[in-house]
């Protein structure tokens, strides 16, 4: 790796640094990290599992990801807020996801929220995109310097506050920009990175909820 971050994979194309040339991470940053996401249930995923990385690296949360999709019915917030403390028990009993007692209970109480969000703004999807940051709010170069610097945002913070102002839990500034970063709100793949191009014309193609 260089000091821009960038790294020049086996197949000889540039990339962010983090992947770690791990199959299965350089596959997430390749197809899924930073492409804009629209879909409500998948956005509600996100910012649950991004609140249990809290303390850990996305790649644990990544490995484990299809075992918190079976435990929390995919995601499905309308199902999720129906969550009893019979299930609060049994996600604490699954060692295939984080039993983080504190985090799944935060998870069964934001998907409540998230019903909420979606009856004020018609989707989660509206909602969060309306916070998308304007080019003057972004920075001229996207390098690995920038990044490291910034691990929150004006944006970030603002979604956060608000977020815990209608009871969410878990949202913090810097999880929140994580969240952002991978939903494609903002394009934080490297300067250098291929991805970086494909990621900005998906952007300037998508119709904004």
């Not at 790294?7 to 540039?14: A, P, V």
């Not at 949360?61 to 929390?72: D, G, V, W």
């Not at 969000?117 to 690995?144: C, I, M, Q, T």
């Amino acid at each position: 790796m260089s000091d821009t971050g960038i790294t020049i994979g086996e197949d000889g194309r540039s990339r962010c640094h983090w992947h770690g040339n791990l199959p299965d991470y350089l596959r997430y940053h390749d197809q899924e990290w930073g492409r804009p996401v629209t879909d409500d249930i998948r956005l509600f995923e996100k910012i649950c599992l991004e609140g249990f990385q809290s303390g850990l690296s996305w790649l644990t949360i990544l490995r484990k990801r299809e075992n918190f999709r079976a435990a929390f019915a995919g995601f499905d917030f309308e199902k999720v807020a129906l969550f009893t403390d019979e299930d609060i028990e049994r996600c604490v009993a699954d060692a295939g996801i984080i039993r983080h007692r504190g985090k799944i209970v935060s998870t069964i109480n934001n998907a409540r929220r998230a019903i909420e969000l979606r009856d004020e703004f018609g989707s989660l999807a509206h909602y969060f995109w309306s916070y998308e940051p304007g080019h003057n709010e972004r920075p001229k170069v996207v390098d690995r310097a920038t990044i490291m610097a910034n691990p929150t945002t004006p944006t970030s913070v603002a979604i956060s506050k608000n977020l815990k102002k209608r009871g969410w839990t878990f949202v913090g500034p810097t999880t929140i920009y994580a969240f952002m970063q991978a939903m494609g709100l903002v394009n934080d793949h490297l300067e250098g990175c291929y991805c970086r191009l494909e990621v900005e014309a998906m952007r300037e193609a998508l119709i904004r909820p």
